[in-house]
């Protein structure tokens, strides 16, 4: 897969979905690492970078204060986004990151740099345009898939082409040159069985729930079945 899928329109024909099932618990986690940082004091201009069809910047809008700019490379999915999630207080628009020249208090990119090909150059293009920033991070480098190759799932099916553990993310966003804020494990096996519950899902999800209560770190590193929050100030 290479970036023409996302100008073509390939990407979302073959992720119909767009991804929307997990936009309420995407905006959810946003809002309460925002608000254990104190970052929720006042209205904010936010930009949400890779916005997809807009439900997550439609969740985030009913969670926080301020105005919301959602953009995107693919065409299908800013038609989708302007069709199904367009507010009085959101915008939405088929643009690159190279091209935006405003400035944000806050920009989002929820599972965004992993597809990139210059991912540190694209990181440190973005921390001129915010003061803050919120990224969620799949972390699909885990001590099994890596035994079982089964990473390489994700550049199949959704066009990863860049692959992260918790402590390859962190270093990642600071060699770019952001300040790390705080951090949080966003546990997808609760999610998956409360949204998509099948017997496989349950299965799936019995060991690492318990060995994520005995030591979160181990069990992520182990298992996987997270992503990552990671909320950055833009850094000198």
Partial sequence: ??????????YWEQNAT???????????????????????????????IGCGSG??????????????????VSTQSITAANERHK?????????????????????TMNDVFEHVDDYIGFLRMARGRAAYFYFNIPLDMTAVSVLRHSYMK?????????????NSALATLEYAGFEIIGWQYNQLFLHEIKTRPTVKSWIGALPRWVSYKISPDFSVKLLGGASLSVVCGAGK
């Fill in 87 to 107: 507010r009085e207080n959101i915008t939405f628009e088929r643009s690159d990151l190279a091209e935006i020249t405003d400035t944000f208090d806050l920009v």
């Fill in 18 to 48: 767009f991804h929307e099932e997990d936009a309420l618990h995407k905006a959810e986690n946003c809002r309460d690492l925002l608000q254990k940082h104190s970052l929720l004091g006042k209205p904010l201009r936010v930009a949400d």
């Fill in 154 to 166: 994700w550049r199949e099916s959704v066009g990863h082409l860049h692959y992260f553990s918790k």
């Fill in 55 to 72: 439900k997550f910047l439609y969740e985030l809008s009913s969670m926080i204060d301020g105005t919301f700019r959602g953009i995107d």
């Fill in 1 to 10: 897969m290479d970036q023409d899928i996302y100008h073509s329109g390939e």
